[in-house]
């Protein structure tokens, strides 16, 4: 059993930058792949990228590659998403997801078997 919880959201100006936390509890964190996804007002929620148990593969949907960086510590049991030159259309709620190892990049919903409660992004001038 993984219980994630995400933190660090809030109001911030286009433009600006947020970094995510995500927190798991839990002695096998380590073990998991962390995703995060997110989901607009009336839209279906979508994936924003996956980092492998080591923290070496990291993978981004299109539309976040050079603007967003996900990264975790291990020994923190914290995995981050870093947003960069945010957009009034990342206003989302923002998850953090876990998944088991299967050897495969996990980037559909039903990959991941654990998620977090959500944090509220709003990008607002």
């Known amino acids: 059993q993984v219980q994630l919880v995400e933190s660090g959201g809030g109001l911030v100006q286009p433009g600006g930058s947020l970094r995510l936390s995500c927190a798991a509890s839990?002695?096998?964190?380590?073990?998991?792949?962390m995703g995060w996804f997110r989901q607009a007002p009336g839209k279906e929620r979508e994936f924003v990228g996956t980092?492998?148990?080591?923290?070496?593969?990291?993978n981004y949907a299109g539309s976040m590659k050079g603007r967003f960086t996900i990264s975790r510590d291990n020994a923190k049991n914290t995995v981050y998403l870093q947003m960069n030159n945010l957009k009034p259309d990342d206003t989302a709620v923002y998850y953090c997801?876990?998944?088991?190892?299967?050897?495969?990049?996990?980037?559909?919903?039903?990959?991941?078997?654990?998620w977090g409660q959500g944090t509220q992004v709003t990008v607002s001038s």
């Open positions: 980092i492998d148990w080591k923290g070496r593969n990291i």
């Open positions: 839990g002695r096998t964190f380590s073990t998991y792949d």
């Open positions: 997801a876990a998944a088991p190892r299967r050897g495969v990049v996990p980037i559909r919903q039903s990959d991941y078997n654990y």
